[in-house]
T-cell receptor, first 113, second 115 residues
Framework: DQQVKQNSPSLSVQEGRISILNCDYT??????FLWYKKYPAEGPTFLIS?????DKNEDGRFTVFLNKSAKHLSLHIVPSQPGDSAVYFC????????????FGKGTKLSVIP | SQTIHQWPATLVQPVGSPLSLECTVE??????LYWYRQAAGRGLQLLFY??????ISSEVPQNLSASRPQDRQFILSSKKLLLSDSGFYLC??????????????FGPGTRLLVL
């Protein structure tokens, strides 16, 4: 059973527009969420995270929103750039006693120049 | 600053052969270490994690094993590779205690093809 779901395997966005990547989770114990970016044949790079005590965290062009009641989070990239083209993974951690990050299957973002 | 190294970058091995992938972390002490696998078209699956030397936990039953001979060295091994072991293997590190909010940082990965 997938506890972290990224239902869109791919997304295409025009350069300069907003990219919105979505992630849903089922485990109510998750209280820390992360987004990673991955280029082909490379390891994932940490982008941004959010704790469950917040509903928004911003870092430059990247903003993550968390809706705990809906068990939903999203990553907004504004403005999108061609270099943002990559696979984006959502991950979650339950904190108490757990070292494990549970990952979604990823969404491939293509930013069209 | 911290860096993480993995080698080899790419490996092609016949079925039934042994495997040894190495991961080392620099610039931090007593890290938590992780081995993940990404199979084609799938997400990241945690295979092993280690919170200290000789402390290794396995997340999934499999044909692989892990060892941590030194504080900042993590090794993934197999005695006999299967075709299903093909994939992209990622090592990661973090610094934290159980209950802390974990941000894990990944190495460049090893692409393994078993033929």
């Amino acid at each position: 059973d997938q506890q972290v779901k990224q239902n869109s395997p791919s997304l295409s966005v025009q350069e300069g527009r907003i990219s919105i990547l979505n992630c849903d989770y089922t485990n109510s114990m998750f209280d820390y969420f992360l987004w990673y970016k991955k280029y082909p044949a490379e390891g994932p790079t940490f982008l941004i995270s959010i704790s469950s005590i917040k509903d928004k965290n911003e870092d430059g062009r990247f903003t993550v929103f968390l809706n705990k009641s809906a068990k939903h989070l999203s990553l907004h990239i504004v403005p999108s750039q061609p270099g943002d083209s990559a696979v984006y993974f959502c991950a979650a951690n339950s904190g108490a006693g757990s070292y494990q990050l549970t990952f979604g299957k990823g969404t491939k973002l293509s930013v069209i120049p | 600053s911290q860096t993480i190294h993995q080698w080899p970058a790419t490996l092609v091995q016949p079925v039934g052969s042994p495997l040894s992938l190495e991961c080392t972390v620099e610039g931090t002490s007593n890290p938590n270490l992780y081995w993940y696998r990404q199979a084609a078209g799938r997400g990241l699956q945690l295979l092993f994690y280690s919170i200290g030397i000789d402390q290794i936990s396995s997340e999934v039953p499999q044909n692989l094993s892990a060892s941590r001979p030194q504080d900042r060295q993590f090794i993934l091994s197999s005695k006999k590779l299967l075709l299903s072991d093909s994939g992209f293997y990622l090592c990661a590190w973090s610094v934290g205690l159980a209950g802390a909010r974990e941000t894990q940082y990944f190495g460049p990965g090893t692409r393994l093809l078993v033929l």
